[in-house]
Structures are given as C-alpha cells and as structure tokens.
C-alpha cells in the first residue's frame, strides 16, 4: 500500500542552524501539508501547497520556514535559523485530490533543537 | 476556546469494554478525520467522514453535522487499541488544512 515516507527520523541541531526535513509523498497525491506537534501539545498546521505554490500558511509559517517540490517527488521544510522552540514532531501529509479528501501522514521527523 | 474539543482528554478501561471518544467543534466543518497515534509518534488515519456514519472492524465513527459533534466508539476494546486519538477537522473556509483536538489519551488494560 503507498505511504508517505519522511527522513530523517530524529534530527538534532544546535541553535542557528539550518535544517531540512523531507518527505516523500503519495506519487499520484497532489495536495501535501506540513503539520508540527510540540511535546505534550496538539498539531498545529503550518503550511499547504498545491500546484507548486503555497496555498495557506498559518502564522507559525514565518520567514524562517520556506517549503519547497524540487524534483517532483520529494516535498520539503526547511527552517533557515531555528530556534529551540522549533523543537517538536514535524508531520507531511498529502491528499489526492481536490474537496475534502483523506490526508495521509508520514510517520514525523522527530526535530531537537540544542 | 479551542475550534475542535475532545472529551475526555484521558481514559482508561479494561479489556473488552465499550468505549466512546467525543469531539465537538465550534467552526463550519465539511468533513472530519478521526487519527490514531501511537507511542513512537506516527499518525495514522481511521476515518473521515463528513455524514452519518462508517464502521471499520471493531470501530465506529459517527458525526452529526448540525450539533457540531462527533464520536468514535471501540467495541471489544483491547490493549492494542492503546494510542491517543484525535479528531482533526477540515474546516469550510480555506484551503484544506486540518484543525485539530487536542487528542484523547486511550489506554487499555488488560
């Protein structure tokens, strides 16, 4: 059955770096979501993208975060300068197709920021 | 006042009960998804509906679209069903994200 992979698992910083977290979404799927989860705290979304653009952005979403379809496959979030509280369970999701469809997750990259 | 509310936020119940999940929203919704994460983290999608009710094995999810509520049942509970669940709901104005619950923490003893 098709999946949404994302790598790495675990990624650890320090404070100040860059990161990108990556996903591979559901091949025939062309909706695709960020979502985070901060320990102990519910998801949030952050961003949505159709088409090769964003299409939403929550006000998490700010300039340090940017997201990106470079090769047709993978779909990623990048955080330039993080912080420690972007420490939490970074979630891709994607959708097949327009209305309101079921969204399939990844199993998260788990980031900590040092 | 969070958009999606859960109830209750944890529950514990002994292998072979009944068990009922509650969610109720206060926003316009077309349509809501009930997950299952487990322990390592990972989401994984049970249901989405936007009417009536689906059944899927021993679970049951049920909305009702005008008093803004939804449940999911367990029958024959059972410890493999520990996990937080949690329902998220694609709101009617804008794009497609999910608003989430705040989860409901299940654990079931054996």
């Known amino acids: 059955e098709p999946e949404v992979t994302q790598t790495p698992s675990h990624q650890v ?4 770096q860059e990161v990108i977290l990556r ?6 799927h062309l909706y695709f979501y960020w979502y985070r989860q901060i320990l102990g705290q519910k998801v949030e979304f952050l961003v949505s993208f159709y088409n090769n653009e964003i299409s939403e952005k929550s006000e998490i979403f700010d300039d340090q975060f940017s997201v990106e379809r470079p090769d047709g496959s993978n779909f990623t979030l990048k955080i330039r300068s993080t912080k420690l509280e972007d420490s939490a369970m ?9 209305g309101y469809n079921e969204q399939f997750f990844g199993p998260g990259t788990r980031l900590t920021v040092l | 006042k969070n958009e999606v509310e859960q109830s209750p936020q944890n529950l514990t119940a002994q292998e072979g009960e009944f068990i009922t999940i509650n969610c109720s929203y206060s926003v316009g919704i077309s349509a809501l998804h009930w997950l299952q994460q487990h322990p390592g983290g990972g989401i994984v999608s049970l249901f989405m509906l936007s009417s009536g009710k689906k059944k899927h094995g021993r679970l ?18 059972h410890p493999r069903d520990s996990a937080v669940y949690i329902c998220a709901a694609f709101r009617i104005q804008g794009a ?9 923490r299940l654990t079931i003893n054996p």
């Open chain 1, 13 to 16: 910083t320090q404070m100040g």
């Open chain 1, 23 to 28: 996903c591979v979404p559901i091949s025939n």
């Open chain 1, 90 to 98: 970074y979630f891709c999701a994607s959708q097949e197709g327009q």
């Open chain 2, 60 to 77: 049951i999810a049920t909305i009702n679209i005008q008093e803004k509520h939804s449940s999911l049942h367990i029958t024959a509970s």
């Open chain 2, 96 to 104: 497609q994200k999910l608003v989430f619950g705040q989860g409901t």
